[in-house]
């Protein structure tokens, strides 16, 4: 049974971060596809500053041209505060016996104790934790405990149970925060080559996150 791959975040706008993880981890751990999910409303953060709609269509632009990262709008048609053990129950009746590798990065992994109903999400879902810039997993005693009693020797071994094993990733290195990108905009700087052209092309085109053209 092919093992699917659920990559789930703001995407407030997507950037190279992002989708270099999502690739890197597909093609590491072998998964079929990657499901990109963006949030709704985010549980643990400020509202996204660009809507729904918005932030769907900048990661469908990000996504073309291949078709193993796809866009996933299950959260943003169930609306509301998008937890992810709600997203993974939904996932797990469409596939019961899939392999289901939730994928995060080191930050989201070290905040994962304050997930709604966290204790579940390793019984719906391996965990796939893909190094990011700047964080680092010791010290989070509860979560080291998790990763001990759970880790995944190598990928395969996410392939033949279909949730409950931790693999960590070591991804190639991108320092990139959807919150800088907001950021540079916001200056009046382009955040060219941090974000895929497409993206860029719709934020210039459409005005969105404070982006002013100038003469
Ligand atoms: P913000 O700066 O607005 O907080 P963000 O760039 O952290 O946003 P999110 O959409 O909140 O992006 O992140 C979604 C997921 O992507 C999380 O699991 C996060 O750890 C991971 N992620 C985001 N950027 C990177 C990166 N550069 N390297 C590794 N993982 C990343």
Known sequence: MSAIGVFGGTFDPVHLGHLRVAWECMEQAGLQRVHMIPAATPPHRR???ADGVTRAALLRAALAGQDRLVLDERELRRGGVSYMVDTLLDLRAELPRAPLCLILGT???LGLERWHQWERIPELAHLVVAHRP???LNGASRLAQL???????GPEALHDAPAGRILTLEVTQLDISASRIRRLIRQGREPRYLIPERVWNLIERHGLYGHRKTA
């Open 47 to 49: 509202e996204p500053v």
């Open 107 to 109: 930050d989201a992994f």
């Open 134 to 136: 700047g964080w680092t």
């Open 147 to 153: 990763l001990d009693e759970r880790r995944a020797p």
